[in-house]
Each structure stands twice: as C-alpha cells, then as structure tokens.
C-alpha cells in the first residue's frame, strides 16, 4: 500500500521560509516522478513543482526562483523548500507521485497517489 505523509507545514510571515517534507511508503521515489500541488481556499488545485527519476524539475511560473523541490533517495523522501514566502502562497500542499512519468508534469490525472496535505499560511 502506498502511502505519502506530508509535514512541515505551518504559519509563517511574508518573506519567511518553510522546508515542506513528503515521507514515501510503499513506494520506492527513485524510479517514481514526484509533485507538490496547492490548494487555496475556494480555488481549484494547482501544480507547484515535480521532480523526474532523472531530477529533471518543473515549477509553476509564480514560485520559480523561490522554490526548490528535491529528493533523498536514501530516505525515500521528496522536500520542497520554500523562500521569501508571500500570502498568496497560502494554501493546503499535498505531495503527488507516479510510477508513469509524463510531459504534463502539471495535470493532476497524471499522479496515482495523493498525500492528506498541510497547511502553509503567511501572513502579511
């Protein structure tokens, strides 16, 4: 059974950073494509970043250069840390993983297996 737990959520202020942590089960994320998806209240769900079996990464127009998804193969953990935070970032991250990487690294059909999320809020 796999299984992804996200931690490291929390409140923060604008500017602040928080490292985000997705603990894999059940799967081993060397040969699996890993996101991370928000969503904020009354939005719909959107792609944040993904990292390939190769580490090849994606991210969303609004957190390149702020963000950086990474992966410890020996933990069989995926991270994404997050800098100079800003409330528009506030929503609920969930991790995302897939045995079948695709191009659309963005679709949330791509990914097989979903985490229960945590909550990043920042305030102004």
């Known amino acids: 059974q796999v299984q992804l737990v996200e931690s490291g959520g929390g409140s923060v202020q604008t500017g602040g950073s928080l490292r985000l942590s997705c603990a894999a089960s059940?799967?081993?994320?060397?040969?699996?494509?890993m996101g991370w998806f928000r969503q904020a209240q009354g939005k719909e769900r959107e792609a944040v970043a993904s990292?390939?079996?190769?580490?090849?990464?994606n991210y969303a127009d609004s957190v390149k250069g702020r963000f950086t998804v990474s992966r410890d193969i020996a933990q069989n953990t995926l991270s994404l840390q997050m800098n100079s935070l800003k409330p528009e970032d506030t929503a609920m991250y969930y991790c995302a993983a897939t045995p079948w990487c695709q191009t659309l690294w963005f679709r949330e059909a791509n990914y097989n297996y979903w985490g229960q999320g945590t909550q990043v809020t920042v305030s102004s």
């Open positions: 059940g799967i081993t994320i060397r040969w699996t494509c």
């Open positions: 990292i390939t079996t190769v580490e090849s990464t």
